[in-house]
């Protein structure tokens, strides 16, 4: 029987390995489906926290 995955549950239950993925991967996939899963169901209030995470991977990779 398959079970249902709640995305909103899944992001707030792993979003550090989530983050994990878009700072530390070298697979351009991996971190834009990271990105997306974040982008469709991160919750409208908690935007400024996702946007402060792209500015932070930005700054790195740039360091890089």
């Known amino acids: 029987m398959k079970q249902e995955i709640n995305p909103s549950e899944y992001i ?12 530390g991967s070298d697979d351009p996939f991996a971190r834009a489906c990271a990105w997306a899963l974040l982008d469709r169901h991160t919750p409208d ?20």
């Open 12 to 23: 707030e239950e792993n979003r550090t390995k989530i983050l994990a993925v878009i700072r």
């Open 45 to 64: 209030n908690d935007y400024e926290t996702l946007r402060d995470e792209l500015e932070l991977v930005s700054e790195q990779r740039a360091d890089s």
